[in-house]
C-alpha cells in the first residue's frame, strides 16, 4: 500500500523501545459527499474506522469497525486500497516508549442496510453520528480545530481529506 505521508514529531530519543498500532479506516462516497463519523459534542469528523484487533485482518477489522462506529455494512469486494499515514511521536501512555501509529485508508462502498451503531464508552461521550458531509467542509473543520487544539488525529484526518480531494480532482479529469 502506498505511503500517503508520514508525520513524525522528533520528540523521542531513537534509542526508546518502539510501540505499534494498526488502524482501518474507510473511505466512503455517496451522492458526492462522505460518510463520516461526526463528534457533534466536539464537532469534529473523522473516518470511520479504528484499531486492528489480533489475528484480525484488515478487511474484517475495517467491516467491523464501520459497521460499530456509523451502522453501515461495508460490501468487502468494494474494498480497495487507498493508502496509510504514519504517525510516529512519544508514548504519551508509556515512559520511554515511541509509538508508531500506522492508519489504512480503504475506499469502499457499503449495502442499503444500516442498522444501529455500537459505540464504546468514549464514543457515547463524544457523541458520534453518522454524517454525509462535503469534504472541503471536513477538511475546513478539522484543520481549524487541529489548529486550536494541536490534536494529532485531526490534523491526519484533515491531511488525508485534502490528498482524497486532490485525487479526486485527478479521477474527473479523467473522465
Excluded at 474506522?49 to 469497525?65: Q, T, Y
Excluded at 453501515?72 to 468494494?78: A, D
Excluded at 487544539?149 to 485525487?167: G, N, P, W
Aim: without cysteine; hydrophobic residues 35%.
Amino acid at each position: 500500500m502506498k505511503l500517503l505521508y508520514e508525520f513524525d514529531k522528533h520528540d523521542y530519543d531513537k534509542t526508546m523501545n518502539i510501540s505499534h498500532r494498526e488502524a482501518v479506516r474507510a473511505i466512503i462516497i455517496r451522492n458526492n459527499k462522505l460518510a463520516m463519523v461526526k463528534s457533534n459534542r466536539e464537532g469534529f469528523y473523522k473516518f470511520p474506522g479504528g484499531g486492528v484487533e489480533k489475528n484480525e485482518g484488515h478487511i474484517d477489522a475495517l467491516i467491523r469497525e464501520t459497521k460499530e462506529e456509523v451502522g453501515l455494512t461495508v460490501i468487502p469486494e468494494t474494498v480497495r486500497e487507498f493508502g496509510y499515514v504514519l504517525e510516529r511521536r512519544k508514548s504519551t501512555m508509556f515512559k520511554n516508549e515511541i509509538f508508531e501509529h500506522y492508519s489504512y485508508y480503504y475506499i469502499a462502498d457499503f449495502s442499503d442496510d444500516i442498522s444501529e451503531q455500537n459505540l464504546d464508552d468514549y464514543e457515547k461521550e463524544l457523541e458520534f453520528t453518522l454524517e454525509y458531509v462535503e469534504l472541503e467542509k471536513a477538511k475546513e473543520v478539522n484543520t481549524e480545530l487541529g489548529q486550536k487544539y494541536y490534536s494529532d488525529f485531526l490534523l491526519r484526518e484533515a491531511k488525508v481529506l485534502e490528498i482524497l480531494q486532490e485525487y479526486l480532482k485527478k479521477q474527473v479529469a479523467k473522465k
